[in-house]
């Protein structure tokens, strides 16, 4: 055997593995960088005023709370159009249709709707609610965000309605259930948590779309509960606030920014957390 | 004669479930039905108020649109050609990053890492693709732009710059702000995608090709190189495609830091524009029938982009799966 050939492989895989290592750090550290640097300049902005002033002129004192009352009720009412019809369309794709060709360009598209640009999803809310009411509105917003969440819930749907075993359902027929009641009483209850999960990624990533609500939310510098009218969101402030001059309005940007990371990251643990007492369950 | 009390409570029961094996399976198949065609309805519906919308400035400017790279909204001649490029070098840049890094973090979380410490950093790294792409961009201008503009930039123009073809890609002022830097913070936003993708095959690979691949001797890095790799290669492109249909598409982070530039330049390192920060930026200021059109005009070139991309990315995968559930 050739020495010199035998040490160049391993010095190879040696670099190799060193190498994908010290990319996994970059990574990982990048990833604290970023929480890091978002808690070091948005705490000095989390106090009780964020939470009860509305956002301010440039040069005097406010704080965020029309933009997070916006958020809340846009994304609930996102979410709570969006649950229905996600995880009725997925069931009819895990429960009636699974292979054939209509369940499998369901599936397709919803996977490109899934990964399509949000700001496409804007435009053509813009379109389609923005044009026909003639002026921007809470609501537009919340069709833009439920048209975002849908692709999600009916993914997680389909994927954790899979996983229910057919003899479940084959025992529930052969009790003389007939199939409706065999899906809500059987496979629902068996995928609950899986559902669940669903919502919740669907919630932690409305939460954080800007791109969709620029064109039809817009924004509202004061507090407003009519979704008739421009609603203020947190991230389209944030949006606006960031790229402003005045140091203030950063200061908020930042703290606005803290809120919907810790937010988001929350939601992703808690809905890996319930995935994951289901497996061990 | 005797009556069981509940005789009465067991045959309304009948009659109900009667009527739900008669009603309720029709109805319920309907509307999971109809719930699954409004699916197909939405992307129906993008393609036709896009194409819609952009209809005035298509029949102004034709194809042409395609290619023209003025963008003037005082002498309402405009074209995507600059936004269009802005979008694909900046996507390129991102996969440039995105995919030997994806790489490196499948490979070290499929045959490198300790099984104990797998799971934490697989989710440590999800939660990467789950931070809301506004704080990217917040966080990009803010902490990167600065770092870029002080010692990054000038290093790579006077390392460089100097050279002979690539040298053009790395002139000018250290602004910061930038492809460059729009294309590192994309990159990094994809790379969690495509990470997941690639561990996912990674690990359908049938664990007695890697052993019989150790077996005669190969290090982790051939049996990664030869053998993972060769089995799973479509589904590799399939992931890295998906991956790059998100950077083409990617909005708010770009806005934060590409400049909104309406110019071409060689140069890396200027400021520039993408179609997402264009729409971004300009949508509800545009006034004006032609300037509106031609901003959904470049919506749709970005839809049709990304429709191709992410439809030959899922077709790859689709056929990756197939091959693994036969083999």
Redesign the interface.
């Known amino acids: 055997m050739n020495r010199s050939i035998v040490n160049r492989?391993?010095r190879?895989?040696l670099f190799?593995?060193i190498?994908?290592?010290v990319?996994?750090g970059?990574?990982?550290f990048?990833?604290g960088?970023?929480l890091v640097?978002?808690v070091w300049?948005g705490l000095p902005a989390i106090k009780p005023s964020l939470f009860l002033e509305s956002t301010p002129p440039p040069g005097s004192k406010g704080g965020l709370a029309n933009a997070i009352f916006g958020s809340l009720v846009m994304t609930l009412l996102g979410i709570l159009i969006a649950t229905?019809?996600?995880i009725?369309?997925g069931?009819?794709?895990a429960?009636?249709?699974r292979d054939s060709w209509?369940?499998k360009?369901?599936r397709?598209?919803?996977?490109?709707?899934l990964?399509?640009?949000?700001?496409?999803?804007?435009?053509?809310v813009?379109?389609?609610v923005v044009v026909g009411m003639g002026h921007f509105s809470g609501w537009a917003g919340v069709v833009a965000l439920a048209?975002i969440a849908?692709?999600i819930i009916?993914r997680t749907t389909e994927d954790m309605l899979l996983l229910v075993p057919d003899a479940l359902r084959e025992a529930g027929a052969a009790l003389?259930t007939?199939?409706?009641?065999v899906?809500?009483r059987i496979s629902y209850r068996a995928a609950f948590q899986g559902l669940l999960t669903g919502v919740l990624l669907a919630v932690?990533?409305v939460?954080?779309?800007?791109?969709p609500l620029?064109?039809t939310a817009?924004n509202n510098q004061f507090w407003n509960a009519n979704l008739n009218a421009p609603m203020a969101n947190l991230?389209v402030v944030?949006?606006q606030f960031?790229?402003s001059p005045y140091e203030d309005w950063?200061q908020l940007?930042?703290g606005g920014?803290l809120l919907?990371?810790m937010t988001?990251?929350a939601l992703?643990?808690a809905a890996?957390y319930s995935v994951n007492q289901r497996a061990r369950s | 004669m005797y009556e069981n009390p509940s005789d009465q409570n067991q045959s309304t029961q009948m009659t109900r479930?009667h009527i739900?094996?008669r009603f309720?399976?029709p109805?319920?198949?309907m509307?999971?039905?109809?719930?699954?065609?409004?699916?197909?309805l939405?992307?129906g519906?993008?393609i036709l108020?896009?194409c819609?919308?952009a209809w005035p400035a298509l029949r102004v400017f034709g194809p042409a649109f395609v290619w023209t790279a003025s963008w003037n909204p005082v002498t309402k001649n405009f074209g995507a050609l600059v936004p269009l490029i802005g979008t694909m070098i900046t996507a390129l840049i991102a996969m440039l990053i995105g995919v030997?890094?994806s790489?490196?973090?499948a490979?070290?979380?499929t045959e490198?890492?300790p099984h104990g410490i797998r799971q934490p950093?697989a989710?440590?790294?999800?939660?990467?693709a789950?931070?809301?792409?506004?704080?990217?961009?917040?966080?990009g201008?803010?902490?990167l732009a600065p770092l870029f503009q002080r010692t990054i930039e000038p290093l790579l123009i006077s390392s460089l710059g100097p050279l002979p073809l690539i040298g053009a890609l790395f002139q000018g002022p250290p602004i910061g702000i930038g492809m460059l830097l729009a294309g590192l913070i994309l990159g990094?936003m994809v790379?969690p995608f495509i990470t997941a993708v690639m561990r996912e095959v990674f690990l359908s690979v049938p664990q007695v090709l890697r052993e019989s691949a150790y077996g005669l001797g190969a290090?982790?890095?051939?049996v990664?190189w030869r053998v993972v790799l060769p089995y799973c290669r479509t589904g590799v492109v399939g992931g890295i495609m998906?991956g790059l249909?998100?950077a083409?598409?990617?909005?708010?982070a770009v806005?934060?830091v590409i400049g909104n530039a309406h110019h071409l330049s060689t140069s890396l390192l200027a400021p520039g524009t993408t179609i997402?920060a264009t729409?971004?930026n300009e949508?509800?200021e545009a006034d004006g029938e032609i300037y509106t059109a031609s901003l959904?005009g470049l919506?749709l070139v970005?839809?049709v982009l990304?429709?191709f991309v992410?439809?030959i990315g899922?077709r790859l995968l689709l056929g990756a799966q197939a091959r693994t559930t036969l083999a």
């Open positions: 492989r391993h190879i895989d190799v593995t190498l994908s290592t990319m996994t970059a990574v990982l990048t990833l960088a970023i640097t978002l300049n229905p019809i996600g009725f369309a069931t009819f794709l429960e009636y249709a209509l369940a360009t369901v397709f598209i919803n996977d490109i709707l990964s399509a640009p949000s700001i496409i999803i804007g435009l053509f813009y379109s389609i048209i849908i692709p009916v003389g007939p199939r409706w009641m899906i809500t932690a990533r939460s954080g779309e800007t791109a620029l064109f817009l991230p944030i949006f960031a790229m950063r940007a930042w920014a919907i990371t988001v990251l992703n643990i890996r | 479930s739900g094996t309720g399976d109805i319920f198949q509307l999971t039905f109809a719930f699954a065609i409004m699916v197909l939405i992307l519906g993008v108020t896009l819609e919308g030997p890094f790489f490196g973090l490979l070290f979380l490198i890492c950093i989710i440590a790294i999800e939660l990467l789950a931070v809301p792409s506004i704080i990217y961009g917040i966080w201008l803010f902490i990094l790379l290090t982790r890095w051939e990664t998906l249909g998100r083409l598409g990617e909005t708010m806005t934060f997402s729409l971004a949508f509800t959904i919506g970005l839809f990304t429709f992410l439809a899922k």
